[in-house]
């Protein structure tokens, strides 16, 4: 891993022609709905500008370099190539952590969230939409084969035990402190907001 202190000089350049894989060819009806999306837009929007002068990341996603917001992706999509396991950023160096419709898709969860709490300075906030397996599952559309197969769908049950866990086992001194957990009835994906906090 490399770490940069200035965000911008990990910017590729390069950016990915093809679309996210469950855009509107196919699964733009399949997991999603007009309400979530319409909550994820206005949530996304309100956190940025509260974090307007801040450091902010993307994770598995696009940003914009002009409002220090820098999309993290292992597909050539945001601004910064990297994996979110393996974040190219030093131990408490990021403000807030944005990823939508992501770790259902990272192998391993705990790890990614535990290299979130790495890089997120104390007070520091993540903000996580991910969809509920127990209205939608990935599988459902595609083998284990497929690149982008959701190796790691979640219940809202199943993240609120992962944050559990990685809570009582992290060794940095750092914990997780919930703010937010929306997991409506009916919905195809849940939201999470945790701000990181020192024990």
Request: aromatic residues 10%; proline residues 5%.
């Given at each position: 891993?490399?770490?940069?202190?200035?965000?911008?000089?990990?910017?590729?350049?390069?950016?990915?022609?093809?679309?996210?894989?469950?855009?509107?060819?196919?699964?733009?009806?399949?997991?999603?709905?007009?309400?979530?999306?319409?909550?994820?837009?206005?949530?996304?929007?309100?956190?940025?500008?509260?974090?307007?002068?801040?450091?902010?990341?993307?994770?598995?996603?696009?940003?914009?370099?002009?409002?220090?917001f820098y999309g993290v992706n292992i597909d050539g999509s945001g601004e910064i190539f990297a994996d979110t396991t393996d974040l190219p950023f030093p131990d408490n160096s990021v403000d807030f952590i944005l990823s939508s419709?992501?770790?259902?898709?990272?192998?391993?969860?705990?790890?990614?969230?535990?290299?979130?709490?790495?890089?997120?300075?104390?007070?520091?906030?993540?903000?996580?939409?991910?969809?509920?397996?127990?209205?939608?599952?990935?599988?459902?559309?595609?083998?284990?084969?497929?690149?982008?197969?959701?190796?790691?769908?979640?219940?809202?049950?199943?993240?609120?035990?992962?944050?559990?866990?990685?809570?009582?086992?992290?060794?940095?001194?750092?914990?997780?402190?919930?703010?937010?957990?929306?997991?409506?009835?009916?919905?195809?994906?849940?939201?999470?907001?945790?701000?990181?906090?020192?024990?």
């Amino acid at each position: 891993m490399t770490l940069a202190s200035n965000p911008s000089d990990l910017i590729t350049g390069h950016k990915s022609t093809k679309g996210w894989w469950d855009g509107p060819d196919k699964y733009e009806n399949v997991n999603r709905n007009v309400i979530s999306a319409v909550q994820r837009e206005i949530s996304q929007t309100l956190l940025l500008a509260l974090f307007h002068d801040k450091f902010k990341i993307n994770v598995g996603g696009t940003g914009n370099p002009e409002i220090k917001f820098y999309g993290v992706n292992i597909d050539g999509s945001g601004e910064i190539f990297a994996d979110t396991t393996d974040l190219p950023f030093p131990d408490n160096s990021v403000d807030f952590i944005l990823s939508s419709h992501t770790l259902e898709h990272v192998r391993d969860v705990e790890k990614a969230i535990l290299e979130w709490i790495r890089v997120l300075k104390p007070g520091g906030i993540f903000y996580t939409i991910i969809p509920d397996k127990t209205v939608f599952t990935h599988a459902n559309e595609m083998d284990s084969l497929h690149p982008y197969y959701a190796s790691s769908e979640m219940s809202p049950s199943d993240f609120s035990a992962l944050i559990e866990r990685i809570n009582q086992n992290i060794k940095t001194g750092k914990y997780i402190k919930c703010l937010v957990f929306n997991a409506r009835q009916n919905n195809l994906d849940f939201d999470y907001m945790g701000e990181v906090c020192l024990r």
